[in-house]
């Protein structure tokens, strides 16, 4: 994440008292020491699932938790498990979160070329 004002890399912070029930992350410039925060509201008027830690926009699905890796319990997401959201699991983050929209679709780019196009390109040549 880059500084709003300077530009320059800013790191993690610690969240203090109630920055622990808004905010998901808090940020701190290396350079001129202006604080930022994520909330937990960020990802959730999105279109797609996508991971709320990393931003993720393809996490896996799964049919049950995983022991080990650390599982989101934000007030957004214990309101996405009670209305029957889906589990998902962020490989990059190894974040376990539950969602109620679905997975962004995946468009191929190796994709055969539809021989009825093709057939309408050379008939309107």
Not at 52 to 58: I, Y
Not at 69 to 89: C, E, F, K, N, V
């Amino acid at each position: 994440m880059l500084c709003q004002k300077c530009g320059a890399v800013m790191t993690r912070s610690h969240r203090r008292g109630i920055e622990r029930l808004i905010f998901a992350q808090a940020f701190r410039c290396s350079s001129c020491n202006t604080r930022a925060r994520r909330s937990y509201f960020d990802t959730s008027f999105d279109e797609f699932a996508n991971c709320p830690r990393c931003g993720n926009s393809a996490p896996d699905k799964r049919s049950r938790r995983d022991k080990v890796d650390s599982m989101l319990h934000s007030p957004i997401r214990m309101i996405h498990w009670a209305l029957g959201g889906t589990l998902y699991h962020c490989v990059f983050c190894r974040l376990q979160f539950y969602d109620v929209r679905g997975l962004k679709p995946v468009v191929r780019k190796d994709k055969e070329p539809d021989p009825n196009e093709a057939n309408k390109a050379k008939m309107a040549s």
